[in-house]
Structures are given as structure tokens and as C-alpha cells.
């Protein structure tokens, strides 16, 4: 069973950056295309942005031209670099399968405030 590790969270300053990575066992790099997702309080959990194994991404529209995800499929690791961040960006961070097919991670916490 898959299992999907989430870190680089922190606090960070509206118009801050912060990377987040993703990791996980098993074969899932080289079979799935992933998924960042965030759940920010009080609210359902949302897609970031997707990346398949070929690397063609797709972003939502609230993170187009802010945020970029990239995967190394040799490391196993997957990046959200978020740039630009806004208070509204607070939220808990996973990944996952685009399906969101496998058990959640611990997630990583990102609070932008000043």
C-alpha cells in the first residue's frame, strides 16, 4: 500500500514562497499520475494541481502563475513550489494519486500571515 510523506510547511509572509515535497513507496512515481491537495479550515479538501509521469501539469486556476509542480520520477519526490502566497493559501498540503486513490498523509501545514 502506497504511502505519501508531506513537508516543507511553515509560516511564510503574503508575497513569500515555500517548496513543498512529496515522497512516497512503492511503484507510485512510475505509474500515477499525482496530485497536490490542500484543506484549509473550516473547508473540503481541493486540487492544487496535477502532474502525470510523462510531467504534463495542470494547475487550478487560484494557483496558475503563483505555484509549479514538478516530480522526479528516478527520486520518488514530487515539488509544489508556491510563490506569491496570500493569506488564503493557509491550508493543510497532501499528495496524492490524480484519483486520490491511496490513504492521506499527515499533510504539511502552510500559514501565510504576516
Known amino acids: 500500500q502506497a504511502q505519501f510523506v508531506e513537508s516543507g510547511g511553515g509560516l511564510a509572509q503574503p508575497g513569500g514562497s515555500l517548496k513543498l515535497s512529496c515522497s512516497a513507496s512503492?511503484?507510485?512515481?512510475?505509474?500515477?499520475?499525482l496530485g497536490w491537495y490542500r484543506q484549509a479550515p473550516g473547508k473540503q479538501r481541493e486540487l492544487v494541481a496535477t502532474i502525470a509521469v510523462s510531467g504534463n501539469r495542470l494547475v487550478e486556476d487560484f494557483a496558475k502563475g503563483r505555484f509549479a509542480v514538478v516530480r522526479d520520477n528516478t527520486r520518488n519526490i514530487m515539488t509544489l513550489h508556491m510563490n506569491s502566497l496570500k493569506p488564503e493559501d493557509t491550508a493543510v498540503y497532501y499528495c496524492?494519486?490524480?484519483?486520490?486513490?491511496?490513504?492521506w498523509g499527515q499533510g504539511t501545514q502552510v500559514t501565510v500571515s504576516s
Open positions: 512503492g511503484n507510485i512515481f512510475s505509474l500515477y499520475t
Open positions: 496524492n494519486s490524480v484519483s486520490a486513490q491511496f490513504p
